[in-house]
């Protein structure tokens, strides 16, 4: 497996550089926390986020910041698993950067990531809002019979 620190990719999209980037200082943690609280939780009238859930800072998980230009716009975290798959966790766009292409971005660059790990299938548990999205980005349904639906996707 590809070393899980010091790595950035970058994703060129008109004139703006868009790059996933683990998180490791404290000022990408608060964002990272900050991002995925407000879309996840608050907006949806949810309690109960924790910033300090011992999953975030597993060595095989990896938790990403989205950054376009000098703005933090995204923020999930991969789960990298021994048998060659990936979980992805938490998938959140700042709200007023939503539908402008980021998630698409975003997730382009998570496939890239968890090939360079080694995966070959990455799984996600959308919220049913979210459904849509990892269809047209060429995910596939597993499971709708949750409360949020089992996607899942092969890498090439």
Same mark, same amino acid.
């Given at each position: 497996?590809?070393?899980n620190? @010091? ?6 999209? !008109? ?7 683990q998180?490791?200082s ?8 900050? $991002? ?8 949806r ?8 859930h011992?999953d975030?800072?597993?060595? !095989?998980h990896?938790?990403? $910041?989205f950054?376009?230009?000098?703005? $933090? ?5 991969l @789960?990298?698993?021994?048998n060659?798959?990936?979980?992805v966790?938490t998938?959140? $766009?700042?709200a007023?950067r939503?539908?402008q ?7 382009t660059?998570?496939d890239?990531?968890a090939?360079?790990?080694?995966a070959?299938?990455?799984e996600?548990?959308?919220?049913p ?6 269809l047209?980005?060429?995910? !596939?349904?597993? @499971?709708?019979?949750r ?9 090439k």
């Amino acid at each position: 497996m590809a070393s899980n620190t @010091d790595f950035v990719f970058i994703i060129l999209r !008109e004139t703006t550089d868009l790059k996933l980037v683990q998180v490791l200082s404290q000022p990408e943690w608060e964002a990272y926390h900050r $991002i995925r609280r407000y879309v996840l939780f608050d907006l949806r009238g949810l309690s109960g986020y924790d910033d300090h859930h011992p999953d975030d800072r597993k060595p !095989e998980h990896l938790p990403l $910041i989205f950054v376009d230009g000098d703005e $933090i716009v995204g923020a999930l975290r991969l @789960d990298l698993t021994w048998n060659g798959n990936g979980v992805v966790r938490t998938v959140a $766009i700042v709200a007023e950067r939503q539908r402008q292409g980021i998630g698409r971005a975003m997730m382009t660059a998570v496939d890239t990531l968890a090939m360079a790990h080694e995966a070959f299938r990455l799984e996600a548990h959308a919220a049913p809002e979210a459904v849509g999205f990892y269809l047209k980005i060429g995910w !596939e349904l597993v @499971d709708a019979h949750r409360p949020n639906a089992l996607m899942a996707k092969l890498l090439k």
